[in-house]
């Protein structure tokens, strides 16, 4: 199972880092390089320092260079 499908989506839902270093039997330290290197391959992982989790946008929108858009939307550039 990839790192991907163990965070779940929305900020409400936000899954605290020690609970998916556990799921995924790796420390901490180890999670946070993976979390880079997905997000340097463009996985949206979002995280929320206040409840210290991670999580995936409930949505998101992808739009090109220049485009207007709802800046209250989590964003995507391509």
């Not at 991670?54 to 209250?72: N, T």
């Amino acid at each position: 199972m990839k790192l991907i499908e163990h965070i779940p989506h929305g900020r409400e839902n936000a899954i605290a880092m020690r609970e998916l270093s556990e799921r995924l039997n790796i420390d901490p330290r180890t999670l946070r390089a993976l979390i880079q290197q997905e997000r340097e391959r463009g996985e949206p992982i979002c995280s929320d320092w206040e409840r210290s989790g991670y999580f995936l946008p409930a949505r998101f929108i992808i739009v090109s260079s220049g485009a207007a858009l709802d800046q209250r939307e989590p964003l995507l550039t391509v």
